[in-house]
């Protein structure tokens, strides 16, 4: 989901090949799903990923595939979102499951499922350790709420750039750990 575009952005080199390594992992994985008898879908009949948009092209997200077949018992079609993480966001997304240990990606998910009509079946989460490539995969059921409260805030905050509005900081304290990550912190 993004809600700018890349373009849009400077990027560091080693974030350029951040996205890239993410990028191959999930070409693999699509790999070894499908020889392990999964009929996953990562693009449409033209040849183009899957995806929405909405708002006037302001918020849109690509999906990383849709399995339409599977073992037996895997309910279908289901939405299927792959992320690539280090050891310790890894072993934590194992531990407690990806909606507990990545919200961002739930909410993700959640929006991909709404906005695609995949909301039926539980989506198929694959993560990838990128230190050991040992996997993980989960079901997750839909969750109505969660995506209507993200779609809501996306509208909120398109809304308010609108108006020339600002939002409140999630902080007031410049040195809270995720203004670390933010090309804005100042």
Same mark, same amino acid.
């Given at each position: 989901?993004?809600?700018?575009?890349?373009?849009?952005?400077?990027?560091?080199?080693?974030?350029?090949?951040?996205? %890239?390594?993410?990028?191959?992992?999930?070409?693999?994985?699509?790999?070894?799903?499908?020889?392990?008898?999964?009929?996953?879908?990562?693009?449409?009949?033209?040849?183009?990923?899957?995806?929405?948009?909405?708002?006037?092209?302001?918020?849109?997200?690509?999906?990383?595939?849709?399995?339409?077949?599977?073992?037996? #018992?895997?309910?279908?079609?289901?939405?299927?979102?792959?992320?690539?993480?280090?050891?310790?966001?890894?072993?934590?997304?194992?531990?407690?499951?990806?909606?507990?240990?990545?919200?961002?990606?739930?909410?993700?998910?959640?929006?991909?499922?709404?906005?695609?009509?995949?909301?039926?079946?539980?989506?198929?989460?694959?993560?990838?350790?990128?230190?050991?490539?040992?996997?993980?995969?989960?079901?997750?059921?839909?969750?109505? %709420?969660?995506?209507?409260?993200?779609?809501?805030? #996306?509208?909120?905050?398109?809304?308010?750039?609108?108006?020339?509005?600002?939002?409140?900081?999630?902080?007031?304290?410049?040195?809270?750990?995720?203004?670390?990550?933010?090309?804005?912190?100042?």
């Amino acid at each position: 989901l993004k809600v700018t575009r890349d373009e849009d952005r400077d990027f560091s080199g080693q974030t350029l090949r951040i996205f %890239a390594a993410g990028h191959c992992f999930e070409d693999l994985a699509v790999d070894w799903l499908r020889k392990a008898g999964f009929d996953l879908r990562t693009r449409d009949r033209s040849g183009n990923q899957f995806g929405f948009s909405v708002a006037g092209g302001r918020i849109q997200g690509h999906i990383d595939g849709v399995v339409v077949a599977g073992p037996e #018992g895997l309910a279908v079609p289901a939405l299927w979102e792959c992320k690539s993480a280090n050891a310790k966001n890894w072993k934590d997304i194992v531990r407690r499951g990806v909606v507990a240990a990545k919200p961002v990606y739930a909410a993700q998910i959640a929006l991909y499922q709404a906005y695609l009509g995949l909301t039926e079946m539980p989506a198929v989460f694959t993560a990838i350790n990128k230190d050991s490539c040992e996997l993980w995969h989960e079901l997750v059921p839909f969750d109505a %709420a969660l995506a209507q409260h993200a779609s809501d805030r #996306g509208v909120q905050i398109l809304s308010a750039c609108d108006a020339g509005e600002w939002l409140p900081r999630h902080t007031t304290d410049p040195d809270h750990f995720e203004c670390g990550f933010c090309a804005w912190k100042a």
